[in-house]
């Protein structure tokens, strides 16, 4: 009986792969991963792993988003310390809860695309911090050092 294509539902193109090599790829970073086999589709291209194959790809996938957290928590980071900023001025600035910078820092929780987009901004134009602070009555001056 030939083995039924788990996205297209073919049963004339599963063939087996053994040991190839699959590259994976996230936040700018990339890993390999050799010695992988299962089932490939010729109809759609679908790739369906074996168990430990399974295993291991997800294993590096997990290894790349973790390296990409720990990356954009000290971008996070850094740019805060730039902008004299403290967590808590920075969480109501973007609207955040009180936690959310430390646990950004810390590399506990990823931050939604728009607040690294607005510091990555912010990293390059500092000055438009001034007009961020005078729109949001959120922010005391104390949390906020160099405005």
């Known amino acids: 009986m030939a083995r039924k294509c788990i996205n297209c539902e073919s ?10 090599t699959f590259t994976i790829e996230h936040g700018g970073n990339r890993i ?3 010695g992988l086999s299962g089932w490939r589709c010729g109809a759609c291209g679908e790739v369906e792993f074996d168990t430990d194959s399974a295993r291991r790809y997800a294993a590096a996938g997990d290894e790349l988003v973790l390296r990409d957290r720990q990356q954009q928590s000290k971008e996070i980071q850094r740019i805060r310390r730039k902008l004299g900023l403290s967590q808590i001025a920075a969480a109501r600035l973007t609207g ?3 936690n959310a910078f430390s646990r950004y820092e810390r590399g506990e929780a990823m931050p939604m695309p728009a607040v690294i987009n607005l510091f990555r901004l912010l990293d390059r134009h500092p000055e438009l ?5 005078k729109f949001n009555s959120g922010l005391k001056k104390s949390h906020v050092g160099q405005f």
């Open 32 to 34: 390999e991963v050799a």
């Open 96 to 98: 955040g809860g009180h």
């Open 129 to 133: 911090l001034k007009d961020l602070v």
């Open 11 to 20: 049963r004339k193109e599963m063939t087996r792969f053994e040991d190839e």
